[in-house]
């Protein structure tokens, strides 16, 4: 992977213009650390594309989703609030809140309506400032629904 990367042009050692200062500086452009991001970015995208696709198909049985903490040993303290919020599928929260929000491994459960009941029901959606803070600016979009606009 290394060689096609190098013969594009996107890897190793060059000098390049830095867009802010408009110098030109030397950079490193691959590394093997930058692929494995990108691979498991890739693959992140591609997981939360496949689940609201599923979402989508099963809401009628399983109107509700669940935000979920995921494995990290350190939370933001904006998930943290999250954890536990049920909110229908088609609230406009998850345009935003649905993972993934960065770096985090948080996740969504889709559950029914009883699932929902026996868990209080309905919760109040995160606030506008609460999700801004929460969520890396570049992922504050839900995949699934960007990739059905296309």
Known sequence: MRDVLAELGWWGVQDRENPKTGEV???ELGTPRRLKTIYVTNA???RAVGQWERIQRTKDS???LIYELGPSERHRPEHEAWAGKVLKVDDPAWG???PPNGGCQCRVR???EREANDLS???????????AAGIDPEWAYN????SRRR
């Open 25 to 27: 500086e030397r950079v």
């Open 62 to 64: 399983r109107p509700w």
């Open 96 to 98: 935003t809140m649905f």
């Open 121 to 131: 029901g309905e919760s109040k959606a995160p606030s506008a400032e609460s999700l």
């Open 44 to 46: 992140r995208v591609a």
């Open 143 to 146: 995949p699934g629904e960007a």
């Open 110 to 112: 889709q559950i029914s």
